[in-house]
């Protein structure tokens, strides 16, 4: 039967899709990990406080991308160049969602609407990272080779959106509310569609590498095409509400080294 699991299951023992797969998810875990690193260096100086939690964030993500590369090192494997259209970070980038790499590239302070921009972008992709992992963890948590880092990754990825959630509120309070909504529903539209995007890309790729019959991957399309239908309607909203998390100051410490998972 068509499963979550039977396809993940499909893709992590065939070392060709394998390798696609760790390969995007490290790249975008390293690309995540730079932005932190830039705009915890770039934080203007009235929420210098802030910087040490966004440097956490860009440290975990980091660890994510080596833990990524290390689990394709176990299989003797090498990392594959990232297709264009699968390159989920990238593509927000391209649409305007978050901070621009030119930006971020420059010496120049932040403003604290950049600040808030950054944090409604991480608090939307955050939430799909989260659901994304708390996925594989249903799946693979007890996984001899995949299970600890599952857990290590959806750990962090759920610390990241309680640390947005609290933030966004603390700014809410301090007077920015319909800048935070505004700006979180841009997000999470623009979202939604690169996912799509990103997801269709990806099933052809792992269609072509595992050769899937025509039926099969008709079916995965048309399963991507619901959900996106769903997003667009009605999911996006989970995206864009603000709750006061469970776990407090969740990147006020450091971050988890990965040989912790190994």
């Given at each position: ?10 893709i ?91 930006r ?32 594989l ?9 995949l ?18 959630h ?8 301090a ?50 095409h ?37």
């Open positions: 039967m068509l499963s979550a699991k039977s396809l993940f299951q499909e992590l023992d065939n070392d060709e899709s394998f390798r696609l797969f760790c390969s995007i998810a490290a790249g975008g875990e390293t690309q995540g990990g730079w932005e932190n690193g830039r705009i915890a260096a770039l934080v203007p100086p009235g929420l210098r406080e802030l910087a040490p939690k966004v440097a956490r964030h860009g440290a975990d993500e980091d660890k994510h991308g080596r833990i990524f590369n290390a689990l394709l090192k176990q299989r003797g494997l090498q990392p594959v160049t990232v297709p264009y259209e699968t390159d989920y970070t990238l593509l927000l980038e391209r649409h305007g969602i978050g901070l621009a790499h030119d971020l590239s420059r010496e120049e302070p932040l403003t604290e609407r950049d600040v808030i921009v950054y944090l409604a972008h991480s608090r939307v992709t955050e939430q799909r990272a989260s659901e994304q992992m708390r996925l963890l249903k799946h693979f948590a007890e996984h001899p080779v299970g600890r880092a599952v857990k290590m990754i959806s750990r962090d990825e759920d610390n990241h959106l309680a640390y947005c609290e933030e966004l509120l603390r700014f809410a309070r007077g920015h509310g319909r800048t935070i909504q505004s700006v979180l529903r841009e997000c999470a539209q623009a979202e939604i569609r690169v996912y799509r995007d990103v997801s269709l890309a990806v099933m052809s790729h792992m269609g072509a590498v595992l050769g899937w019959p025509r039926a099969k991957s008709a079916v995965l399309v048309a399963g991507i619901a959900m996106h239908a769903y997003e667009r309607l009605v999911g996006w909203r989970r995206m864009v509400t603000l709750e006061q998390p469970t776990l407090r100051d969740a990147l006020g410490g450091p971050a988890v080294p990965e040989n912790e998972y190994a």
